[in-house]
């Protein structure tokens, strides 16, 4: 869908990207990565013409993007930054809506895909849709922003360092979201990062970059494996085992688990945690409402609601969360076991055992 023939680019007498060749797959999620001046976003912004090649072509399903207007090209590719870019004295619709309108989308069509995005996004449109910016979360803020990018229902979206202002937990949380969404629109997103723990989560296929030449690109996996190459041996780190757990999701380790109902006699109960360490507590409808340890079946007779430990909401992972995140649960809560939770219902756990022992991860 994209491809680099020979780009360079130069400035004065200096050149910041190096004879680069490579191709990025229509619907792939391609990471460029690398340290602090390698490149990296000048070759992002030359796909949409913010900056315009020395040398060398660039081909979007064929055509030279110069034989586009600039302005024609840039309303065909979304486009997200580091800053979010919102325009301040517009509310969250009105910035949804700049570039249908400027494509003369009708009324109707703008407000069915304001709606549409606001749902992908999880947010509440009778909340959100008459707010500005300034009123905004930073993570509510970079959803705004993605939902703007993707508004016009572009084939190619650009994010220049999307997440990196934002604090862990929210960057995480929205760098699942973009996960998730992707796997619902299909787009051909080019990302930027120098983070390599983000690339190796989000991308199909990583580019790394080191003083404006392409080093190596391939799979994360690959990029993981790469002992030969010392640039990327040090720029991946030690704890590559550790990196690609961030490739293996919990849905693929689930195992069976041991459960009682709270409406269950309090004689099958004891005579259930008699050959179990603990097992989990379930409402009528599968819901999980905490667990139950074995030290504590002498006082099962009159007082099953008071020993259920109830505060599951730190210990629960989803199915689609990664096995490295699943770990860091363990470690935090000083547990070796976590409840695998879908919309509030138990489907299985993951236990320290399958983390540590899997050998895709030798």
Avoid at 41 to 56: D, F, Q
Avoid at 105 to 132: A, C, P, T, Y
Avoid at 233 to 252: I, P, Q
Avoid at 266 to 272: A, L
Wanted: aromatic residues 6%.
């Amino acid at each position: 869908m994209i491809k680099f023939e020979n780009v360079s680019k130069a400035y004065d007498e200096s050149k910041v990207v190096k004879n680069l060749s490579f191709n990025i797959n229509k619907g792939e999620f391609c990471v460029l990565i690398g340290p602090s001046g390698c490149g990296k976003s000048t070759i992002l912004k030359m796909i949409n013409r913010l900056v315009e090649p020395t040398e060398g072509t660039i081909t979007i399903e064929g055509k030279n993007v110069r034989d586009f207007k600039p302005e024609i090209l840039r309303r065909r590719i979304g486009y997200v930054i580091q800053n979010i870019g919102l325009f301040p004295h517009l509310s969250v619709k009105e910035n949804i809506s700049v570039v249908p309108k400027l494509l003369k989308w009708d009324k109707n069509r703008i407000d069915e895909r304001v709606s549409e995005l606001m749902q992908l996004m999880g947010m509440q449109e009778s909340l959100f849709l008459n707010k500005h910016p300034s009123e905004l979360s930073g993570g509510q803020a970079q959803r705004i922003g993605v939902a703007r990018a993707l508004a016009a229902d572009p084939d190619i979206v650009l994010m220049d360092e999307p997440f990196g202002a934002l604090d862990p937990i929210t960057k995480s949380g929205l760098q699942n979201e973009i996960l998730r969404l992707q796997r619902k629109v299909q787009k051909t997103v080019v990302f930027v990062t120098h983070d390599i723990d983000e690339a190796v989560k989000l991308a199909d296929r990583i580019a790394v970059m080191n003083e404006g030449r392409l080093v190596a690109y391939d799979r994360p996996e690959s990029i993981l494996n790469n002992k030969e190459n010392e640039f990327i041996k040090k720029f991946v780190g030690f704890d590559r085992a550790l990196k690609k757990l961030t490739r293996m999701y919990v849905e693929d380790f689930i195992k069976p688990y041991q459960s009682v109902k709270i409406s269950d006699s309090s004689e099958f109960i004891k005579r259930k945690l008699e050959s179990e360490i603990f097992v989990w507590v379930l409402d009528d409808n599968g819901n999980l409402k905490g667990w139950l340890n074995n030290d504590d079946s002498t006082d099962l007779a009159e007082h099953i609601e008071s020993l259920i430990v109830k505060n599951i909401e730190n210990f629960q992972v989803s199915p689609d969360c990664s096995l490295k995140d699943a770990l860091s649960v363990m470690m935090s809560e000083n547990v070796v076991t976590l409840p695998v939770v879908d919309n509030g219902r138990l489907i299985g756990e993951i236990r320290l055992s399958d983390i540590v022992g899997n050998e895709k991860n030798s």
